[in-house]
């Protein structure tokens, strides 16, 4: 158990489809963030939400977006999606005072 | 801009081998420095991590001390085990809460 649990596992999903990536945290912190992982690339930071506010958001494409309804749960909004998207999407939290983030196992995300 | 270096991969090691993967990094300040690990099908997890120059993280056998000289944090292990194959990632945290992650070492180790 890692403290922070990420559902679905996997995901197939057509270009026109609609899907949300969720992300659930029970440890008490304050900051939540998206990751892509793509094969044979660094770590992407997608979005950085800090107590339920989005404080950072990486040039990502209006396809995906973002929902921190309370400082537990976060969401990922998919849309029209395109197979380039196909990756890792992983959760992450912290406390904004210390460094260390506890991630999720991620979702496998797979367009076609 | 503040960046992480690592040795390319992939990185192969028969069990018992001592280890080492390099990390070096570019930063203003005084970042804090993390060592994370992903087992396949996985997410990241916290391996070790440093807080100030001279700082010695250490967890499950593994090492890395926080050398401001050289901007390097090296993991190191003396005796790697067939459990230890995942892929390590170097990370660093400025002042500005942002985590940084270097580009993953992936590591192999044989029977």
């Known amino acids: 158990e890692t403290g922070v649990t990420q559902t679905p596992r996997h995901l197939v999903m057509g270009m026109t489809n609609k899907k949300s990536l969720k992300c659930e945290q029970h440890l008490g912190h304050n900051a939540m963030y998206w990751y892509k992982q793509s094969a044979k690339k660094p770590l992407e930071l997608m979005f950085v939400y800090s107590l339920e506010e989005r404080v950072e958001n990486n040039s990502v494409p209006s396809r995906f977006s973002p929902e921190c309804p309370n400082s537990s749960h976060l969401f990922l909004h998919l849309h029209t999606l395109q197979p380039e998207d196909s990756a890792l999407y992983l959760c992450?939290?912290?406390?904004?005072?210390?460094?260390?983030?506890?991630f999720g196992s991620g979702t496998r995300l797979t367009v076609v | 801009g503040n960046s992480v270096t690592q040795m390319e991969g992939p990185v192969t090691l028969s069990e018992e081998a001592f280890l080492t993967i390099n990390c070096t990094y570019t930063a203003t300040g005084y970042p804090s420095l993390f060592w994370y690990v992903q087992y396949p099908g996985e997410g990241l997890q916290l391996l070790l991590k440093?807080?100030?120059?001279?700082d010695k993280g250490s967890n499950k056998g593994f090492e890395a001390t926080y050398r401001k000289e050289t901007t390097s944090f090296h993991l190191e292990k003396g005796s790697v085990q067939v459990s230890d194959s995942a892929v390590y990632f170097c990370?660093?945290?400025?002042?500005?809460?942002?985590?940084?992650f270097g580009p993953g070492t992936s590591l192999s180790v044989i029977p």
């Open positions: 440093a807080t100030k120059a001279d």
């Open positions: 990370a660093l945290k400025t002042s500005y809460d942002k985590v940084i």
């Open positions: 992450a939290s912290s406390q904004r005072t210390d460094g260390g983030y506890t």
